[in-house]
């Protein structure tokens, strides 16, 4: 059983920076895959930056060149670090833990992330 917890979300101005964390209740480093999925209101959970056992990456095309996902072994913790921020970035934003698919596994709570003016 793993426990995640997402923080780090508020409210911030379009082009701006938010870092999101999900720390682990334990060790992930070497068995866990990582994702950061959002949720805007009306629509799916999409997938939007992922993290292998192996330090791969990918990211949904909409976030490319602005967001970045990473780990801290040390820590138990992964990061999402968000930059130049759009309104369309607005969602509810979950972390997940998993050893196959993308989607199974552990969930956070969700962290709020609001883009606006």
């Known amino acids: 059983q793993v426990q995640l917890v997402e923080s780090g979300g508020g409210l911030v101005q379009p082009g701006g920076p938010l870092r999101l964390s999900c720390s682990a209740s334990?060790?992930?480093?070497?068995?866990?895959?990582m994702g950061w999925y959002r949720q805007a209101p009306g629509k799916q959970r999409e997938l939007v930056a992922a993290?292998?056992?192996?330090?791969?990456?990918n990211y949904v095309d909409s976030v490319k060149g602005r967001f970045t996902i990473s780990r801290d072994p040390a820590k138990n913790t992964v990061y999402l670090q968000m930059n130049s921020l759009k309104p369309e970035d607005t969602a509810v934003y979950y972390c997940?833990?998993?050893?196959?698919?993308?989607?199974?596994?552990?969930w956070g709570q969700g962290t709020q992330v609001t883009v606006s003016s």
């Open positions: 997940n833990a998993y050893i196959g698919f993308p989607g199974s596994g552990y």
């Open positions: 334990t060790s992930i480093g070497s068995m866990y895959n």
């Open positions: 993290l292998t056992r192996g330090g791969s990456t």
